[in-house]
Nanobody
Framework: QVQLVESGGGLVQAGGSLRLSCVVS????????VGWYRQAPGKLREFVAA????????YYSDSVKGRFTISRHNDQNTVFLQMNSLQSEDTAVYYC?????????????????WGRGTQVTVSS
């Protein structure tokens, strides 16, 4: 069974940067499309970014477009989320999900497996 572990979160000042990692184990990353979602306190989980199996298709929410970049290295079984120009509104727990179903991953976000999340806190 595939497992996902996020890391790279932390406390950063507004305007700063962080790079999140999502490491996949148990199955080759190449079998999955991957998405990043986030959930702030008192809010629903929301879509952030998604990347297709070979990285040829990238999707971003309007709130992060131009500031965040999603990428993948299948040989390292890792997906990255580079976050620049962070704002206090980006404060949330960030989760990565992996899905092998070509009709379910984006925009539906029906991923087969999720990580436990990593906390990102942006101070203003």
């Amino acid at each position: 069974q595939v497992q996902l572990v996020e890391s790279g979160g932390g406390l950063v000042q507004a305007g700063g940067s962080l790079r999140l990692s999502c490491v996949v184990s148990g199955q080759p990353l190449s079998k999955y499309a991957v998405g990043w979602y986030r959930q702030a306190p008192g809010k629903l989980r929301e879509f952030v970014a998604a990347i297709s199996w070979t990285g040829g298709n990238l999707y971003y929410s309007d709130s992060v477009k131009g500031r965040f970049t999603i990428s993948r290295h299948n040989d390292q079984n890792t997906v990255f989320l580079q976050m620049n120009s962070l704002q206090s509104e980006d404060t949330a727990v960030y989760y990565c999900g992996a899905g092998s179903n070509k009709s379910a991953w984006y925009p539906r976000g029906n991923y087969e497996q999720w990580g436990r999340g990593t906390q990102v806190t942006v101070s203003s």
